[in-house]
C-alpha cells in the first residue's frame, strides 16, 4: 500500500482496517500529524578493569571485573482528538 494518497495526505492505516489504531503509517509520527511523542532513551556501558601480582617467580595471582550496564527510559504522549485517543474515546470532565 502507498504512503500517501492520491490528494497526497499519509495513508494512516497502511494495513487497509481504519478501525485498528495498532498499526499506523510511521509517517505520521516522523510528521507529527498524530499529535503524539514517542521516545526512547538508552544508556550502556561495557567495562572492564583487571589486577595482576606477581606472587613468585613463574606465579602470578590476576583478577578481572567487569561491569555491563543498561538502562532504558521510554516516554509517550497522544493528545486527545489523536489519531490514537480520538475524542469519542475522552472520558475526561
Not at 487497509?16 to 550502556?44: A, C, E, F, Q
Not at 497522544?78 to 480520538?86: E, I, L
Amino acid at each position: 500500500m502507498p504512503a500517501y494518497d492520491s490528494a497526497g495526505n499519509i495513508v494512516k492505516s497502511p494495513a487497509g482496517n481504519v478501525d485498528d489504531k495498532t498499526t499506523y503509517n510511521p509517517l505520521m509520527v516522523n510528521n507529527n500529524y498524530s499529535n503524539s511523542v514517542d521516545k526512547i532513551r538508552r544508556l550502556r556501558t561495557f567495562n572492564s578493569l583487571y589486577g595482576e601480582v606477581q606472587i613468585i617467580d613463574g606465579l602470578k595471582y590476576r583478577l578481572n571485573l567487569g561491569v555491563d550496564y543498561r538502562q532504558q527510559e521510554n516516554d509517550q504522549f497522544y493528545a486527545t482528538d489523536s489519531y490514537f485517543r480520538p475524542a469519542t474515546f475522552n472520558t475526561a470532565v
